[in-house]
């Protein structure tokens, strides 16, 4: 069965520095990734995807994130960030096979930025 | 833009009460998702829908159950709320493996 790894629960940075969410996945098929955004009170807004090609993608306020199927990693990264950056963010997976295409999320991962 | 909308943002219901969650969307996706939210367990799947009357089960279907009547709407039923079944509840619509999904705003749900 596949996994979603999100290893830190919290990550506190301050305003201005770069950050970086780690996320593991576990599948033994070629797999969607997928990382998501969701501001307080809000739903979930997708960031960035990897679906084949090129191992970094860029997404939406400057964030990118690198695909290692060696490592069966996703990482999210933004080498800046700012306060409104404040939010969970979940990464997802989902077979490259699937019908349906539902989505197995990670824990989530708080990040705080701070003044 | 994809809509998806929840019927409501917050609800507050009594133990035992029968309640109904609604969720629409207005692009003809023919995949629909409920999960709940809760804090350190991220998003666990309750059902989904890729059909019209088709439904399965996900991780944590008990105590619930779904209805599709219409490819737009899918709904979440509790069929007698219980305090454990606090919690945030999210809708989802999607067409294609590819594409991820596109979500409602949520139904912060409080049983007391």
């Known amino acids: 069965a596949q996994s979603v790894t999100q290893l830190d629960s919290q990550v506190p940075v301050f305003e201005e520095a770069p950050v970086e969410l780690r996320c593991n996945y576990s599948?033994?098929?070629?797999?969607?990734l997928f990382w998501y955004v969701q501001y307080p009170n809000q739903g979930l807004q997708l960031l960035l995807k990897?679906?084949?090609?090129?191992?970094l993608v860029k997404g939406i306020n400057g964030f990118e994130a690198e695909f290692n199927k060696s490592q069966t990693s996703f990482h999210l990264r933004k080498p800046s960030v700012h306060i409104s950056d404040t939010a969970e963010y979940f990464c997802?997976?989902?077979?490259?096979?699937?019908?349906?295409?539902?989505?197995?999320f990670g824990q989530g991962t708080t990040l705080q930025v701070k003044p | 833009d994809v809509k998806v909308t929840q019927s409501s943002r917050y609800l507050v219901k009594r133990t035992g009460e029968k309640v109904f969650l609604e969720c629409v969307q207005d692009?003809?996706?023919?995949?629909m998702f409920w999960y709940r939210q809760d804090p350190g367990l991220g998003l666990r799947l309750i059902y989904f829908?890729?059909?019209?009357?088709?439904?399965e089960k996900g991780d944590i279907p008990e105590g619930y159950s779904v209805s599709r009547e219409k490819k737009e709407r899918f709904s979440l039923i509790l069929e007698s709320a219980s305090t454990n079944q606090t919690s945030m509840y999210l809708c989802?619509?999607?067409?294609?493996?590819?594409?991820?999904?596109?979500f409602g705003s949520g139904t912060r749900l409080t049983v007391v």
């Open positions: 829908s890729y059909d019209v009357k088709m439904k």
């Open positions: 599948s033994s098929v070629s797999v969607y």
């Open positions: 990897y679906l084949s090609g090129s191992t």
């Open positions: 997802a997976v989902t077979p490259g096979s699937s019908n349906t295409g539902k989505l197995i």
């Open positions: 989802a619509s999607s067409f294609a493996p590819w594409y991820g999904y596109t």
């Open positions: 692009m003809d996706h023919e995949n």
